[in-house]
């Protein structure tokens, strides 16, 4: 199959250099001619994605009509604030009828629509989008580490015949039929990952780190179920699958702000360390955002939405979250949501 990747960072890269390996002709896509004419020249993206050779099958594009003449499928791998803007110029260059899956993971800031909706919104026309997630690090995927993600999208029989094709003893795909649930699980597991590294940053403890990551399921899954998931589908690799991933990998960036906000570093300062995308980050106001519309109590996603917001203090979150109101593991308490 010919492939087109769009965003040539880690995740885009791995995907590329994964799908090369295993036989398709792959277009890798990035906005900065002088970035692709570096990958070319040393076939390695020393940027984004060092220290991994880009197979001889794999042809770096900074124009977007090269990368996408013979495209077969479109894999959308920018920040999920940069996937509309990308779609269009997809659009602009006569590319809007290719099927597409878009394996960012997050929330569009301000209008707060998953990928999917995007997709939607920007290719109305286009037969057949989708979208990739689960838990997946760049660094394992392009060193042929084995890994199993999920694909979801507005066609059920061709995600299980794409599945089909697409599947690899490196990557296995499964096919499933909650495009929602999938794309909840991996934009909140993120805001879960940087509360992860936060508590682990502070030494709070392994026990501390499990009901963390326990009720940040719990969250996850009551947000997803408000906006019509099914719960199975938080129990599965793009819900608890990645969150544990994300939660507890050292590899994880959104794992990594986390531990540098607890070291006392500002959010400015943690990202710019970073040189790479952490969604969990813009997600946390549209998680909060979306809890308030759907009247769910997410009290860790609100902490730490207080925390950038510069409302509490790091150190003084984990008692804010021990002293509220007992309640049942399972009881739908009311929203604690602030207004702000
Ligand atoms: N890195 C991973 O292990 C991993 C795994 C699964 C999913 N993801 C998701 O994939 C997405 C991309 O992550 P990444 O790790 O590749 O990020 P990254 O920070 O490594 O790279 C981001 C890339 O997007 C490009 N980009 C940014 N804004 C752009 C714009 N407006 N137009 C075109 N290109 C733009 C950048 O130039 C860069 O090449 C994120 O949503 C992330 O959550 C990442
Ligand atoms: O490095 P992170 O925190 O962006 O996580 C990467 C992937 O989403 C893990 O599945």
């Not at 990747?5 to 799908?19: D, E, I, K, Q, S």
């Not at 940027?47 to 090269?66: F, G, I, K, M, T």
């Not at 997050?106 to 209008?111: A, N």
């Not at 759907?294 to 860790?300: A, G, H, N």
Request: glycine share 10%; hydrophobic share 50%.
């Amino acid at each position: 199959m010919n492939i087109t990747v769009l965003g040539a960072g880690a995740w885009g890269t791995a995907l590329a250099v994964h799908f090369a390996v295993h036989g398709h002709r792959t277009a890798l896509w990035t906005r900065n001619p002088e970035h692709a004419a570096q990958m070319r020249l040393h076939r390695e993206n020393r940027r984004y994605l060092p220290d991994v050779a880009l197979p001889a099958q794999l042809s770096p594009h900074s124009e977007l009509a090269d990368a996408l003449r013979g495209c077969e499928l479109l894999l959308a791998v920018v920040p999920v604030a940069a996937l509309r803007g990308c779609m269009e110029a997809v659009r602009g260059a006569g590319g809007a009828g290719i099927p597409v899956l878009a394996a960012c993971k997050g929330f569009e800031p301000q209008s707060g629509l998953l990928p999917f909706q995007v997709l939607a919104q920007v290719l109305p026309d286009n037969g057949k989008t989708g979208v990739l997630s689960g838990p997946s690090f760049a660094q394992e995927l392009a060193r042929q580490l084995p890994c199993a993600v999920c694909l979801a999208g507005n066609d059920a029989a061709w995600i299980r015949a794409l599945s089909a094709e697409l599947n690899t003893a490196v990557m296995r795909l499964y096919a499933n039929e909650d495009v929602v649930g999938v794309c909840v699980g991996g934009a909140v597991k993120n805001v879960m990952a940087i509360a992860a590294g936060l508590s682990d940053g502070l030494g709070l403890g392994m026990n501390a780190r499990a009901a963390l990551m326990t009720r940040g399921l719990a969250e996850m899954n009551r947000l997803a179920v408000a906006m019509g998931a099914q719960e199975t589908t938080m129990m599965g690799l793009s819900g608890m699958g990645d969150l544990l991933l994300t939660c507890t990998g050292a590899l994880s960036r959104n794992r990594q702000v986390g531990l540098a906000l607890a070291q006392g570093q500002t959010l400015p300062q943690a990202l710019a360390a970073l040189r790479h995308v952490a969604e969990g980050v813009p997600a946390v106001a549209e998680v909060c955002r979306a809890a308030r519309h759907y009247r769910i109590d997410m009290p860790v996603s609100q902490a730490l939405f207080d925390l950038f917001e510069g409302r509490t203090a790091a150190a003084d979150i984990a008692a804010r979250l021990m002293r509220r109101e007992p309640t049942g593991e399972h009881t739908r308490a009311p929203a604690q949501i602030s207004e702000k």
